[in-house]
């Protein structure tokens, strides 16, 4: 079992930035791939940027050159730094958790809001 812990979710103006955590426990895989999806109310979620256990990285068209994942694997730690933000990036943000060599291994946080004001 996984737990995800999120946070740094909240409120902001468009332009503003917010920095997005989540804490992974339990079994953690070094070969572990994290992700941030989003959900706005009426739309399926979405994902939002990826990052591999090598640090690959890879983001969705509308946050690039805004957004930048990262992740601190000592801490089990992922992260979304979101600059430039817009009032269509107001959603629900869940932190992901797969295994490229465990089909099952899929784990997901509560999920944090994001309400950027236009």
């Known amino acids: 079992q996984v737990q995800l812990v999120e946070s740094g979710g909240g409120l902001v103006q468009a332009g503003g930035s917010l920095r997005l955590s989540c804490a992974a426990s339990?079994?953690?895989?070094?070969?572990?791939?994290m992700g941030w999806y989003r959900q706005a109310p009426g739309k399926q979620r979405e994902l939002v940027a990826i990052?591999?256990?090598?640090?690959?990285?890879n983001y969705i068209d509308s946050v690039k050159g805004r957004f930048t994942i990262s992740r601190d694997s000592a801490k089990n730690t992922v992260y979304l730094q979101m600059n430039s933000l817009k009032p269509e990036d107001t959603a629900v943000y869940y932190c992901n958790v797969k295994n490229p060599y465990r089909p099952t291994y899929d784990y997901w946080g509560q999920g944090t809001q994001v309400t950027v004001s236009s």
């Open positions: 339990g079994s953690i895989f070094s070969s572990n791939t």
């Open positions: 990052i591999t256990s090598g640090g690959s990285t």
